[in-house]
């Protein structure tokens, strides 16, 4: 059961058999043991992991007990930030361009250059594309997801997030408000080795 996402509590829990889980994002879950025995053992693996990198976690049923806990029908408040009232709509193109390297929206990085200047306090749309897999993270903003592929978003996408997952050929819109610090940022993807080769651009809040 996921009650919390990048940026905290969901408004409510959402039941998952399992988790699509890109670098960057977080996901706070609770896990029911009481259908095994005890001497069962379960193990959280990783579908995508091979050798030592496909055994994630091991739990081992020790004993039975009484638990009264139970996950609340709502978890938190969460505000609908509205489309209708964004001041801008941006995109931004996450590509290979060969000898350029992995660029957005066809440029390397440079990092006296701003690629978006919001204003504090502005409510703006963000449409991502990809042609690769590339989880986008922005610094300073939470957001929360839109659409995808011009359907709504996908089953991990509740909450306030940071991190977006797009896999090859998607598009994703997020909204985001631009709160707390003036100053320039970058947002990237946190794909270590492009991060590594700065697939990533400033934002700077005016």
């Known amino acids: 059961m996921q009650i919390g996402s990048d940026g905290g509590l969901l408004a409510a829990p959402r039941a998952h058999d399992a988790i699509v889980l890109a670098p960057a994002e977080r996901f706070d879950v609770v896990v029911d043991f009481s259908r095994y025995r005890v001497g069962d053992e379960v193990t959280l693996g990783n579908r995508l992991g091979s050798g030592t990198t496909a055994a994630v976690m091991r739990f081992r049923i ?30 931004f193109a996450f590509r290979d361009q060969g000898d ?4 957005i929206n066809g440029r390397p990085y440079d990092p006296m250059r701003a690629d978006a200047t919001p204003r504090l306090g502005a409510l703006e749309v963000w449409q991502f594309t990809s042609d ?5 993270h922005l610094h300073l903003s939470h957001f929360q997801v839109l659409s995808r592929n011009g359907e709504a978003p996908g089953p991990y996408d509740a909450g306030w997030k940071d991190t977006v997952d797009l ?7 997020i909204i985001t408000r631009f709160t707390g610090y003036r ?3 970058v947002f990237h993807c946190h794909n270590l080795e492009h991060e590594d080769m700065a697939m990533m651009a400033n934002f700077e809040v005016l």
């Not at 350029?100 to 660029?103: A, Y």
């Open 132 to 136: 690769f897999h590339h989880p986008v």
């Open 183 to 185: 100053g320039r940022f």
């Open 62 to 91: 020790a004993r039975r007990a009484t638990d009264d806990s139970a996950v609340p029908a709502r978890l938190s408040g969460i505000e609908r930030l509205d489309p209708a009232r964004a001041t801008a709509t941006r995109t």
């Open 167 to 173: 896999s090859a050929g998607e598009a994703v819109a």
């Open 100 to 103: 350029e390297g992995w660029t």
